[in-house]
């Protein structure tokens, strides 16, 4: 069992998940949270909202003063990931050079346990940058000697998100019709960010050695069924109105010509309609974690007044 006191370092920290992980892990009672991240304007948001956590603004690609964070460390979880982009080289950078960065800096200082956040793409028939750079990532952890655990969770939403379903939430609120590729009936198994984040908290109390968890959402529901419960939830007026796949997918690359960020492109529309089903473990079970319900999980992510507003950027 960990002291709550003891020294957590958190890479990635002021993503989607280590925001979400840092409000859990305090209202659990851990007081001595390291978070380091390098997108400038998501680590301000973290010590805006959370002054006490040492927050440390550095690329965990390139060694550095940050690495002596890792001294007198009682576990590291790994969340630092490139997910989306249209250069292979960013995902090869912030998905396989980071890692070998961070586990060496572990090594050094003889953290003893290691958190990993891989992904079910690792599972998936998707064949993209993502995919694949995570896939070598989570070989790194697993053959690095280091005493870890590998959690793979599937598409998530909560609060803080800029993307995915935080994205289609706020675009839907402002657009008077909502494009659908297809018939939308593309199953998806959304799993709410602080149900993922308990799960995590729990590896970091009991450190099981080894263990890979596939954790994935409980309700199994189509693409189409998640934006009807957006904007049920909402209280929206948009027309939902469904467009060809092939027209959808021809509009995401023009667009991606014209940004540099996309907040959906081609490659993740793939992935949308590849068919893929996960199996994950028994949240319950195994880390005693019960899921809360979808469209509850909805409700707080995008109308509760604490975090709801709070965007990062991507």
């Known amino acids: 069992m960990i002291a709550k006191d003891a020294k957590i370092v958190l890479t990635g920290a002021a993503g989607l998940v280590g925001q979400n992980l840092v409000v859990e892990l305090k209202a659990q009672g851990y007081t001595n949270l390291v ?18 956590v040492q927050a440390i603004l550095a690329d965990v690609a390139e060694r550095g003063e940050w690495q002596s964070s890792f001294d007198g460390a009682a576990c590291v979880v790994q969340l630092h990931a490139q997910i989306t982009g249209k250069q292979a080289e960013i995902f090869v950078r912030n998905n396989i050079d980071a890692t070998r960065v961070v586990l060496d800096a572990v090594k050094r200082y003889d953290v003893p346990y290691l958190v990993h956040i891989s992904s079910s793409v690792v599972n998936s028939v998707a064949n993209d940058d993502y995919t694949n750079t995570k896939k070598a990532q989570e070989k790194l952890v697993i053959e690095s000697g280091i005493t870890h655990c590998v959690l793979r969770p599937t598409l998530m939403f909560g609060w803080f998100d800029p993307k995915h379903l935080g994205w289609l939430s706020r675009f839907m609120a402002k ?59 909402k209280r929206l007026h948009t027309l939902i109105v469904h ?25 993740q529309l793939e992935a949308l309609s590849a068919g893929d089903e996960f ?10 974690v019960v899921q809360t319900p979808f469209e509850d999980a909805v409700s707080e992510s995008y109308c509760d007044p604490r975090y709801s507003g709070v965007v990062l950027r991507r």
């Open 279 to 288: 199996h994950g473990v028994d949240t319950r079970a195994t880390f005693g």
């Open 175 to 233: 657009t008077p019709v909502f494009p659908i590729p297809g018939d939308g009936k593309y199953m998806r198994q959304p799993l709410y960010e602080r149900d993922f984040c308990r799960c995590i908290a729990r590896c970091i109390e009991t450190q099981p050695d080894g263990a890979v968890y596939d954790v994935c959402g409980d309700t199994r529901i189509d693409y189409v069924d998640i934006i009807r419960t957006i904007k049920r939830v």
């Open 243 to 267: 467009i060809p796949y092939s027209l959808f997918r021809f509009l995401l690359k023009v667009y991606a010509l014209f940004s540099g960020k996309p907040p959906f492109t081609a490659d």
């Open 35 to 52: 978070a380091i991240d390098k997108h400038e304007y998501n680590l301000g948001i973290l010590r805006r909202l959370h002054p006490d």
